[in-house]
Nanobody, 118 residues
């Protein structure tokens, strides 16, 4: 059974940094694009960053220059990272990883909470 496990969230002050991690087992994931999504309170989940198997990246305009997505394709496990710098209160959300540009509905994980507040 495929499982996505996100970690690294927390409470940080505006301007601070966090690094999120997501591990998923299964060799197929090394061949597909992966993404980080977020769901803010009262809003729909949105894709904020994605990375192809060839490490090409794409970002939502609101996070360009502040968030960086990377990936590590091991033999049977893919780990996707999201380095978050210069965080703003509007970045507060639960962050999830999944395939991109659309997540596979059956494998959404619990997500990791990021709260940006002074």
């Amino acid at each position: 059974q495929v499982q996505l496990v996100e970690s690294g969230g927390g409470l940080v002050q505006p301007g601070g940094s966090l690094r999120l991690s997501c591990a998923v087992s299964g060799s197929i994931f090394s061949r597909v694009a992966m993404g980080w999504y977020r769901r803010a309170p009262g809003k729909q989940r949105e894709l904020v960053a994605s990375i192809t198997s060839g490490h090409d990246t794409n970002y939502r305009d609101s996070v360009k220059g502040r968030l960086t997505i990377t990936r590590d394709n091991a033999e049977d496990t893919v780990t996707v990272y999201l380095q978050m710098n210069s965080l703003k209160p509007e970045d507060t959300a639960v962050y999830y990883c999944n395939t991109a540009p659309q997540g596979i509905s059956s494998i959404w994980g619990q997500g990791t909470q990021v709260t940006v507040s002074s």
